[in-house]
């Protein structure tokens, strides 16, 4: 029987070459993003995943995607960073349909932390620092974004500190040590677009307490995509997307769409 391992290495080996036919580059992003008429199945058989999404935000915007799981919301961002290829609609940065830009360099433009952490059998400082191209981060700059997403409280306690190899995928550390990690690397990356998907769902009550404070300083920074299931965590975007079934169904505050009393005033209940 093969591993897990080299099951995995094989295939990413396998994959097919992502195409890459943009040429734009930019010298700076102001992370204007506009989703235009999108609609999306990833079978062609199947039903659509999204139908007719359009919505924006503006640049250091923080904006929120709730909705019930399958209702379209990774799969938005899945799209916005060019993972699958979009079959009708269009999705604008800064006023440029994405597919315009070359593929390598539109990727920076994003910093990216889910629920599923990937971490390396390096150090603490290395795993961090994965991210920017050109991979020149001072120690300064790491222990800075470490002490942000609250990881630096755990890390002196390693064995080597920020120099502790921390073993395949992080093995041996929590699943909030690992998500910790991931959030200090995207601070660290301080990428124009800042993309969290439930970025704080592995930790417990009281350390999610203290990362959402660094991310509500951080986040200010950057344009912010926020997919969360605990609304708790999006009270203060400055606008919520409630998604059902693929579609667009209400847009506003927290507090505007508490006063409607419709799609989002029942999640809200629910949570």
Same mark, same amino acid.
């Given at each position: 029987m093969v591993s897990p391992e080299p099951k995995r290495f094989f295939s990413v080996l396998d994959s097919s070459v992502e195409k890459n036919g943009g040429v734009k580059t930019a010298q700076g992003v102001c992370a204007h993003i506009e989703f235009k008429d999108i609609n999306f199945q990833y079978s062609a058989s199947g039903e659509n995943i999204l139908?007719? +999404?359009t919505f924006s935000i503006q640049p250091k915007e923080i904006v929120a #995607?709730?909705?019930r799981s399958g209702s379209g919301k990774t799969s938005l961002v899945n799209l916005l960073m060019r993972f699958y290829p979009l079959e009708t609609g269009n999705i604008f940065l800064d006023g440029h349909d994405v597919h315009e830009y070359e593929l390598t360099e539109f990727r920076q433009y994003f910093s990216y932390v889910g629920q599923h952490v990937v971490l390396f059998n390096d150090t603490v400082a290395n795993n961090i620092a994965?991210?920017?191209l050109n991979g020149r981060m001072s120690r300064e700059d790491i222990v800075r974004a470490a002490t942000m997403a609250h990881a630096i409280e755990f890390i002196e306690t390693l064995p080597q500190g920020f120099?502790? +190899?921390i073993g395949e995928n992080g093995s041996l550390l929590s699943g909030g040590q690992r998500q910790r990690l991931a959030l200090a690397r995207a601070i660290l990356k301080n990428a124009p677009v800042l993309i969290l998907d439930e970025a704080t769902s592995a930790l417990d009550t009281e350390s999610e307490r203290f990362i959402q404070d660094a991310l509500d300083k951080f986040m200010h920074q950057c344009t912010t995509l926020v997919?969360? /299931?605990r609304l708790s965590t999006v009270k203060q975007a400055n606008k919520i997307i409630?998604?059902?079934?693929?579609? +667009?169904?209400?847009i506003g505050t927290h507090e505007e #769409? #508490?006063?409607?009393?419709? /799609?989002?005033?029942r999640l809200y209940e629910i949570h």
């Open positions: 139908k007719n +999404v #995607l709730v909705g994965y991210g920017p120099d502790t +190899v997919i969360a /299931h409630v998604m059902e079934k693929g579609q +667009v169904v209400e #769409l #508490l006063a409607k009393n419709g /799609h989002y005033n």
